[in-house]
């Protein structure tokens, strides 16, 4: 499966942004995915995992309340939608899916990967 993230560009602190992630190649609906962004000088982290059937989302601590992942299967497409930016949340942000039911945190359990979309968020 081949995924193509979007949405990404420069908001101001307390501003919002919607990432697009558009998969192909494969049924969508086959994949969990999940969202995860690396800051410059920083390693990858988590931001937000769906799982495949029955929708269940997790997210990471510094963007719960904040952030909602969401998916819609007939579009092939998964969503970040990003709430109350903080300029901390600056980073490129990646999709991922794997091939399971469920999410997982960890990246390396991922099997695709999208290209990156750049989020700044000015102070």
């Known amino acids: 499966v081949q995924l193509q993230a979007s949405g990404g560009g420069l908001v101001q602190a307390g501003g919002s942004l919607r990432l697009s992630c558009a998969t192909s190649?494969?049924?969508?609906?086959?994949?969990?995915t999940g969202w995860f962004r690396q800051a410059p000088g920083k390693e990858r982290e988590f931001v937000a995992a769906?799982?495949?059937?029955?929708?269940?989302?997790i997210y990471a601590g510094s963007v719960k309340g904040r952030f909602t992942i969401s998916r819609d299967d007939a579009k092939n497409t998964v969503y970040l939608q990003m709430s109350s930016l903080k300029p901390e949340d600056t980073a490129v942000y990646y999709c991922?899916?794997?091939?399971?039911?469920?999410?997982?945190?960890?990246?390396?359990?991922?099997?695709?990967w999208g290209q990156g979309t750049q989020v700044t968020v000015s102070s």
């Open positions: 991922a899916a794997r091939n399971r039911d469920y999410y997982t945190v960890r990246s390396e359990s991922y099997d695709y």
């Open positions: 190649g494969d049924t969508f609906s086959n994949y969990a």
């Open positions: 769906i799982s495949r059937s029955s929708g269940s989302t």
